[in-house]
């Protein structure tokens, strides 16, 4: 017998709720041309979007985006879904790719950077900087991490 006890059930999502946000990235990733181009964006500037969004869905719940021709709801959901990330208390908090191709990821409590030199050595479980920990790690083997403070 299988226990799933205390795990999460991703399924309770709604997959409308996943291609609604879906859609607004592949919007994104169009128009600025990196699907991780979000990351590098303050958290301010989301909260005002994401206000702006639900004013305008408030106003007229039909009505979308003039630049996208997408939902106000979807983008206002997007939003949400950066703030999550990017904001997510510690028990969610992951280590944030800065470049996946280099293998370099920033802790985001701190905002010290460490670079993988084994891709296949998994992230280690917290910061070496501030002790943050961190969701995607574990032993890190042979590839030993090197981190670069900014």
Not at 17 to 45: C, I, M
Not at 46 to 68: F, N, V
Request: hydrophobic share 30%; glycine share 8%; net charge negative.
């Amino acid at each position: 017998m299988k226990s799933d006890e205390g795990k999460i059930r991703p399924t309770l999502v709604p997959v409308s709720l996943v291609r609604s946000v879906a859609r607004v990235r592949e919007f994104g990733t169009r128009k600025y041309g990196d699907p991780e181009n979000w990351r590098k964006v303050e958290p301010q500037r989301y909260r005002d979007a994401l206000c702006r969004h639900l004013l305008s869905y408030i106003e007229d719940p039909e009505s979308k985006d003039e630049e996208s021709g997408l939902p106000h709801l979807w983008h206002l959901a997007c939003n949400a879904a950066f703030l999550i990330e990017l904001e997510g208390k510690d028990e969610g908090k992951q280590w944030i790719a800065v470049d996946r191709a280099f293998r370099i990821f920033k802790c985001p409590e701190c905002g010290s950077r460490i670079i993988m030199n084994n891709s296949d050595s998994p992230l280690p479980n917290s910061c070496d900087h501030c002790g943050a920990i961190l969701l995607g790690g574990g032993n890190t083997g042979e590839g030993r991490d090197i981190e670069v403070k900014e």
